[in-house]
């Protein structure tokens, strides 16, 4: 298979070039993952991050053919040749697919990803009910991964000011929390021109997600909250 | 070489070492989390099916039956005071985590929502018990964010992509830090604290066939080996009997908990005849040599006769899509198969290390030393899969993971308050351990040979999975010591092809790589030495369990391969022992 590589590396005083590979590899059943390891077994300067290789943790998210996707659960007979694999983009590279997420766990922080309830703890659980449960599926699951808030254009222009899609879905997240007693002091921090409503509603988080999850829906209810608080 | 200074450093990022950072955090004191990757990407992540605690929720329960259940699922080799102390801590803690936040299921009534897992029984070994406390088949993941998260409200400080190398010791044995190196920028940073705990995980990729994260390369052993100190029960490998065949990856027990069973290539549920009582709910070390005998016997399915099937389709769309979410992705997404529709095929894969840094219930490590086998360490902590306390001696039951790292990671953070308070003052670094270990970093700085990294990885994997598998033998397991040895030489002659120092992950994989040829080391002469099965140690030449010679601890120490032993702790903290007997499921 034919790949072209995002190539950087900050000690060698090069810029940032591509870089034509062939591999010797039968795609069938197999991963992106499993190329990017066959390519760095043949040369060991290649980086990259990942962990669990089954799509859960979040490490291995890279733009493929100019999609942010997880490597370790994009299937390798799907990618048309040449496989173009650059870093996410919107983020300072470190070193060939390695990005600098920082600026990225900083707006995930900034919305206080925590659950806050001032009440006396119970003796036991606190009750929740599987209705009240439910209204937090499709936003407890995202792992970070970047795919969404890199795939933004509104955070490519202000990553210092726009919390960003996944960001924001861990807002709703705790919003939609039925044992967090913040909503008040969440959407109060949200209501800004950049931190929420930067959003436009292009949905190409919803498109990168390889959670199958939908920030701009979650975005839609946070405004919606907003809205009707107004009233 | 830089240096930062703490009260306490915590080495790992999972359950564990954020559920003792969060105590110090919490309790005021200046505490770091030291990981080689950001924290939610720990292997924690992984973890399905649930978190095991009497909670009584679905039915009647008590932590009495749960601790019963541990000391039966490890074979009698689970030391009884900490098993006792786990089963009791079991219920607070998991309405603490609730308590932080954890998103845990629900049942109609509001409470945690529990579903049956292997080995769970009621009433010291009668009918299924339902006591895993679950998210879906996200526990894992619901669990290391909400622990993730809590130590962000409470300030603790991380250090994120920095690869840990060696413990720091002084003249009279304190742990005083680690050296540590920096990723992102390839310096070393020395680390000092006056307590530091291990919480490094488990050591999985030393298998070709694994569940485990590619981060599973055992540093926390690799350092308490080079530190002169020994590793406890390393024989004992849980292989999880249910991995996507081919592939290794996991489908939860939760699976079978929620009504799913196996069958062989003739279509018979083949755990009849295995486990007549508890059938696919046996103990997994049983459900394992099962399928394990199924594929050997040629009753396996598929083209090569390699694995057998799970079937779940007959649980129905709703009940898959809203408690087994997760398995249904991995399923299409790697065996391409929709759970919902078709059986998924399953073969045991390695899973979890029983064995690790010994330890008493404080989480501090315990060695044998002038007045007997267990003195602590001073100042040295480990906790989670890469510690043995032990609380799951032979064979680990599922469930019982998430509640070791929580249970014993507030212990250890606990306990570790008050030594600080005790020790208030910061003792001085030992230069030779530094020296030491600058000298075995900058070693992939030479090229000295013709082997890679990759290479030898590759070999060892395959070497481990060949000759220390479900099945063993003195014969099997001395050839594959005897190839290690090998390998082991062959080690000298690696070369790196890359020596620069921004996120050079090679050198990184060659570190990694040094840990685990000593994880399999210690793994290889403790299992050619206990000739005996017990359970996940299955040794053809030595079928039965054998109390007279072996109802006792494996100590191994690194300098000159040496074995020693200590006993089972067999008397528990307040109810009176559970006696060993045959085991059946």
Redesign the interface.
């Known amino acids: 298979m034919k790949f072209r590589l995002y190539r950087f ?4 005083n090069q810029p940032p070039c591509m870089q034509d590979v062939e591999l010797d590899i039968d795609p069938a ?1 197999k991963m992106l993952l499993d190329a990017l390891l066959e390519l ?2 043949k ?3 290649l ?13 291995d998210a890279v733009n493929v053919n100019g999609r942010n996707v997880l490597a370790c ?1 994009t ?1 390798l007979a799907d990618l048309k040749q040449p496989v173009e694999i650059r870093p996410l983009p919107g983020l300072p590279v ?3 697919f ?1 990005v600098d ?1 920082e600026p990225f ?1 900083r707006q995930y ?1 900034s919305i ?4 806050i ?1 001032d009440d006396p ?1 119970p ?8 209705e ?2 439910a209204e ?1 599926e499709g936003a ?2 995202c ?2 991964c970047g795919c969404c808030t890199t795939a933004c254009p509104s955070f490519w222009w202000h990553p210092d000011r726009f919390v960003g899609p996944a960001g924001l879905l861990q807002a709703w997240r ?1 919003i939609a ?1 039925s ?2 007693q913040a909503t008040e002091e969440r959407l109060d921090y949200l209501e800004d021109t950049y931190r929420l409503y930067r959003c436009r509603g292009i949905m190409n988080c919803v498109e990168a997600c390889p959670k199958g999850l939908n920030p701009t829906e979650s975005i839609g209810r946070i405004k919606t909250l907003l809205v009707r608080r107004k009233v | 070489m830089d240096k930062r200074s703490f009260d306490a450093i915590i080495v790992g990022g999972g359950g564990a070492g954020l559920m003792a950072a969060l105590q110090l955090a919490d309790s005021g004191f200046k505490v770091a989390v030291v990981s080689k990757v950001f924290p939610t990407r720990s292997h924690t992540v992984s973890a399905q099916g649930g978190i095991t605690a009497a909670l009584g929720n679905v039915s009647e329960d008590s932590w009495h039956w749960h601790m019963f259940d541990t000391v039966k699922g490890s074979d009698y080799l689970g030391d009884q005071d900490a098993i006792e102390f786990m089963c009791r801590e079991a219920a607070s803690l998991v309405y603490e985590l609730e308590h932080m936040g954890l998103p845990f299921s629900r049942l109609e009534n509001g409470k945690i929502y529990q579903r049956a897992f292997g080995g769970q029984s009621k009433n010291f070994g009668g009918e299924q018990a339902i006591r895993t406390c679950a998210c879906a088949d996200r526990t894992g993941h619901a669990l290391l964010h909400t622990l993730y998260q809590r130590n962000l409200a409470a300030r603790t400080q991380f250090f994120d992509e920095y690869f840990a190398l060696d413990l720091v010791r002084d003249g009279e044995g304190y742990c005083v830090g680690l050296t540590t190196l920096n990723i992102e920028n390839g310096e070393p940073l020395l680390m000092e604290a006056r307590a530091t705990l291990l919480a490094t995980g488990g050591a999985g990729r030393v298998f070709s066939n694994t569940s485990n994260a590619m981060i599973n390369t055992g540093d926390g052993l690799g350092m308490v080996l080079r530190a002169d100190l020994p590793l406890e029960d390393m024989e004992f490998w849980q292989f999880h009997p249910t991995g996507i065949a081919g592939v290794g990856s996991l489908i939860t027990e939760g699976a079978r908990g929620e009504g799913g069973y196996l069958l062989n290539d003739r279509g018979e549920r083949f755990m009849e005849r295995y486990a007549p009582h508890a059938l696919d709910l046996a103990s997994r070390d049983v459900v394992s040599r099962a399928i394990a005998t199924e594929i050997y016997e040629g009753r396996g399915c598929g083209e090569h006769k390699d694995h057998v099937l799970l079937k779940l389709d007959h649980l129905g769309e709703k009940i898959i899509a809203e408690r087994l979410p997760g398995i249904r992705e991995l399923s299409i997404r790697f065996a391409g198969v929709d759970p919902a529709q078709s059986p998924i095929p399953v073969a045991p894969t390695a899973h979890y290390m029983m064995g690790g840094i010994p330890t008493n219930l404080h989480g501090q490590v315990v060695v044998p030393a002038r007045y007997g086998p267990e003195e602590p360490v001073p100042g040295l902590y480990a906790v989670g899969e890469c510690a043995c306390v032990s609380v799951h001696g032979a064979n680990r039951l599922g469930g019982n993971s998430l509640l070791d790292l929580v249970v014993f990671g507030r212990a250890a953070g606990r306990h570790m308050v008050g030594y600080l308070r005790e020790n208030p003052y910061p003792r001085k670094p030992g230069d030779e351990n530094i020296q030491r270990s600058m000298r075995r970093l900058n070693r992939w700085e030479e090229a000295r040979g013709g082997e890679t990294v990759a290479g030898i990885t590759r070999e060892l994997r395959q070497l481990m999975q060949k000759y220390c598998g479900v099945y063993r033998s003195r014969k099997v397991l001395a050839e594959g010591l005897d190839r290690l040895n090998g390998l082991f030489g062959r080690m000298e002659a690696i070369s790196l092809g890359d020596t620069s120092r921004v996120f050079n992950t090679a050198r990184i994989e060659a570190l990694e790589l040094e840990n685990l040829m000593l994880v399999a080391r210690a793994t290889l002469v403790s299992a050619l030495a206990r000739e005996e099965s017990r359970g996940a140690h299955t040794r053809e030449d030595f079928p039965a369990r054998d109390d007279d010679h072996w109802l006792k601890h494996t100590l191994y120490s690194l300098e000159g391969d040496l074995l020693d032993y200590k006993p089972v702790r067999l008397k528990p903290l307040s109810v009176e022992a559970f006696k060993p007997k045959e085991r059946s499921y």
């Open positions: 590396q900050p000690e060698s059943g760095k077994a040369d060991d300067t980086a990259f991050r990942r962990s669990c290789r089954e799509g859960v943790c979040g490490s659960i299937p470190i070193r060939d390695v997420m766990f922080k206080k990803p925590w659950l309830n703890e003796e036991r659980e606190r009750l929740q009910s599987p009240e449960r937090i407890y699951e792992i970070l705790f929390d044992r967090d």
